[in-house]
């Protein structure tokens, strides 16, 4: 095909409409990325008076230097989400488990998984993959401060600096939601190593087994009558 040339500004409105098309996936992109990021910074600096104070947040906002905010306000959401993946009721779940046998406490706990040989239950881990499994801890690493500073209130309230408060608080929570958290885990460990498999029930068509009756299945061949033979 040869195409006919129709002027100079035509062919620069064109040029032009290829740069555009190869250049907009990368803009959007950018921008996409630079929403996240200011995102980022606004949770970061409403979590800092969320924790601080409102008043002790600004102040202390305001005598950091600015590129210092910017590069540490973003790492907040991070370091939470971090701080949510490490499932530390599971390692201490497995300690449990392992040394239940030397301690006597533990071992009421266990009595009836040691001391009887049941199956052993396959535990799987959560799949970060699944979008579930991926919002929930999305949503549950955003909120801590929140649940913290409100802990902190109704646990700690005569404590008087805010940001130990709700230290203390999100350090209660934690503890609270782990143990709970853990013994659910064993309840459910303990109902798959009692399990029992039992036999499928029988529906009988009479009023006892004897009087049942066997049919043989039709044939689907057709069968001679003494006429034909």
Known sequence: LVFIISGPLVFVMDKIDRIIYKV????????????????????????VMQVLG????????????????????????????????????DYLLRLWRKHAAKLP?????????????LRVPTETQPDLSDMLTATRLFCGAL???????????????????????????GVAFTILK???????KQQQYLNQANRVIKDYPTEETGPTSSNR?????????????????
């Not at 907009?24 to 979590?47: C, E, K, Q, R």
């Not at 202390?60 to 009721?89: A, N, Q, T």
């Not at 782990?178 to 659910?184: D, E, M, N, P, R």
């Not at 009756?213 to 033979?229: A, C, F, G």
Request: charged share 15%.
């Open 213 to 229: 009756v066997i049919k043989d299945y039709p044939s689907e061949e057709p069968r001679l009558s003494s006429s034909s033979v």
């Open 105 to 117: 406490f533990l071992q009421h706990f266990l009595s009836t998984v040691c001391g009887r040989n």
């Open 178 to 184: 782990g143990a709970l958290k853990i013994y659910f």
């Open 143 to 169: 909120i801590m401060p929140t649940i913290a500073t409100v802990m902190g209130k109704i646990m700690f309230g005569s404590v008087h600096s805010n940001f130990q408060r709700t230290l203390l608080g």
């Open 54 to 89: 409102h008043k002790e947040g600004l102040n202390v906002m305001e005598g950091v230097d600015p590129i210092f905010l910017l590069i540490c306000l973003p790492s907040i959401p991070v370091v939470l989400m971090l701080g949510k993946m490490c499932r530390w009721e």
């Open 24 to 47: 907009a996936p990368f803009v959007a992109g950018s921008i996409l990325m630079g929403s996240v990021y200011w995102t980022a910074v606004t949770y970061g600096a409403i979590t």
